[in-house]
């Protein structure tokens, strides 16, 4: 079963406005990553948050962890049309392995 | 720099013709390598990953079979394909636990059974 789920599973928002996607996780975990995939292409690693952090930003990314709750959300700022992609969260628990969930599609409407 | 390749982009096999898609990792040494497959529109489901080679993890029985002839060479394969095998294929690579826990991946390989 997978790790991590996200929510929503899509998401349409204007040029401009943020979006925030969660993810929700069911075992201990190392770290939790966030990754991003345009149509057709291999995806990308945006940025990872250890499991003792509560809160990371990287440009116009904030992505928050709580670990008594399982959850993590990623928050995109002053969204653009070319932030249109699919969002993963992926979980760590320390081994060969990195559990990624069914994503969030976010498409920006300019 | 690291630098992953895939290939063929992308393929249109009949069922039951053999498969042989290849990945390379350039610019590291020693990489834990993943195969994954992508169903349209859906997440990542972890198929094989190796530590080392000739060291070979298998995930979910089923029609494919995985290979690391080389370090830095990781091949995935199937004697017969199925109509169920379409799907986008992704090849990834990192460091073992404790040096980088982030996954880099290839361009991906668009696989359609026919």
């Known amino acids: 079963s997978q790790q991590g789920e996200e929510d929503p599973q899509a998401l349409s928002i204007q040029e401009g406005e943020n979006a925030t996607m969660n993810c929700s996780y069911k075992?201990?975990?190392?770290?939790l990553q966030w990754y991003r995939q345009n149509s057709g292409r291999g995806l990308v690693h945006l940025i990872l948050i250890r499991s003792n952090e509560r809160e990371k930003h990287s440009g116009r990314l904030r992505v928050t962890l709580d670990t008594s709750k399982k959850s993590s959300s990623l928050l995109i700022t002053a969204s653009r049309a070319a932030d249109t992609a699919s969002y993963f969260c992926?979980?760590?628990?320390?081994?060969?392995?990195?559990?990624f969930g069914a994503g969030t599609r976010l498409f920006v409407k300019a | 720099s690291q630098t992953i390749h895939q290939w063929p982009a992308t393929l249109v096999q009949p069922v039951g013709s053999p498969l042989s898609l290849e990945c390379t990792v350039e610019g590291t040494s020693n990489p834990n390598l993943y195969w994954y497959r992508q169903a349209a529109g859906r997440g990542l489901q972890l198929l094989f990953y190796?530590?080392?080679?000739?060291?070979i993890s298998s995930e979910v029985p089923q029609n494919l079979s995985a290979s690391r002839p080389q370090d830095r060479q990781f091949i995935l394969s199937s004697k017969k394909l199925l109509l169920s095998d379409s799907g986008f294929y992704l090849c990834a690579w990192r460091g073992g636990p404790g040096i980088t826990d982030t996954q880099y991946f290839g361009p991906g390989t668009r696989l359609t059974v026919l």
């Open positions: 190796s530590v080392g080679i000739g060291q």
């Open positions: 075992t201990s975990i190392n770290n």
């Open positions: 992926a979980t760590d628990t320390g081994g060969f392995k990195t559990i």
